[in-house]
T-cell receptor, first 112, second 113 residues
C-alpha cells in the first residue's frame, strides 16, 4: 500500500537542540516538500526537492535544513536557530508538474 | 503577503443541503487550483482540482468552479453529509515557481445531522 510515512507523530525538543523529522514515500514520486502549519494559518513551504541531491528553499527556510540522498526520503532538521519551532510539520510528494501533492499525517513538534 | 485567501474561517450547514466554500487569489499566474480536506492530527487529503483552462470540474458530490476574471474559485458539496465535517484548504500552483503550492488558511465545515 503506497503512501507517505512521517515519524515520529509527536516530538519534543529541548532549547538549543537540533531534531530531525523523518519522511519516507514509496509512491515513486520525484518531488518532495516540507510544510509548516501554525494554528489558524495555511500551510507554508519550508523546503522542496524536485530531484535527488537537489533541493530549494521555500518561503520560511530559515532555521531548517534538509537532505535528499535517496528518492524515497526527505528528512527535515529543525535547528536551534529556529526560534519558534512549535508547529505541525507536514511532508508531501508528487510527480513533477501539476500533479496533486500527497501528504503524510504530520509530526507535531513541541518545545520542552 | 497571502496570495490565496479563504475569508470564512468556518461554515455550518444542515445535512443534505449544499455547502459552498470560497477562495480568492491575487496572482494571475496561478494555473492550477486544488481543494484539500483535512481532519485533526492528519495530513490533508486531495479532493478535487481544476486547471485554469476550465471553469468547472465535477467529481461526484464535489464541484469546483473557477472564475478567472474575478480570481475566485468555489467548492460546492451537494448533498452535504456529516462525514464532510473537516477543514478545507484551497491551494494554487504557480508554474513560474516550480509549481509550488500556495495555501489558503482553511475553512472549517461543520455539517449538522
Amino acid at each position: 500500500d503506497g503512501g507517505i510515512t512521517q515519524s515520529p507523530k509527536y516530538l519534543f525538543r529541548k532549547e538549543g537542540q537540533n531534531v530531525t523529522l523523518s519522511c519516507e514515500q514509496n509512491l515513486n514520486h520525484d518531488a518532495m516538500y516540507w510544510y509548516r502549519q501554525d494554528p489558524g494559518q495555511g500551510l507554508r513551504l519550508i523546503y522542496y526537492s524536485q530531484i535527488v541531491n537537489d533541493f530549494q528553499k521555500g518561503d520560511i527556510a530559515e532555521g531548517y535544513s534538509v537532505s535528499r540522498e535517496k528518492k524515497e526520503s526527505f528528512p527535515l532538521t529543525v535547528t536551534s536557530a529556529q526560534k519558534n519551532p512549535t508547529a505541525f510539520y507536514l511532508c508531501a510528494s508528487n510527480l513533477q508538474g501539476n500533479q496533486p501533492q500527497h501528504f503524510g499525517d504530520g509530526t507535531r513538534l513541541s518545545i520542552l | 503577503d497571502q496570495q490565496v485567501k479563504q475569508n470564512s474561517p468556518s461554515l455550518s450547514v444542515q445535512e443534505g443541503r449544499i455547502s459552498i466554500l470560497n477562495c480568492d487569489y491575487t496572482n494571475s499566474m496561478f494555473d492550477y487550483f486544488l481543494w484539500y480536506k483535512k481532519y485533526p492530527a492528519e495530513g490533508p487529503t486531495f479532493l478535487i482540482s481544476i486547471s485554469s483552462i476550465k471553469d468547472k470540474n465535477e467529481d461526484g458530490r464535489f464541484t469546483v468552479f473557477l472564475n478567472k476574471s474575478a480570481k475566485h474559485l468555489s467548492l460546492h458539496i451537494v448533498p452535504s453529509q456529516p462525514g464532510d465535517s473537516a477543514v478545507y484548504f484551497c491551494a494554487a500552483s504557480d508554474p513560474t515557481g516550480a509549481n509550488n503550492l500556495f495555501f489558503g488558511t482553511g475553512t472549517r465545515l461543520t455539517v449538522i445531522p
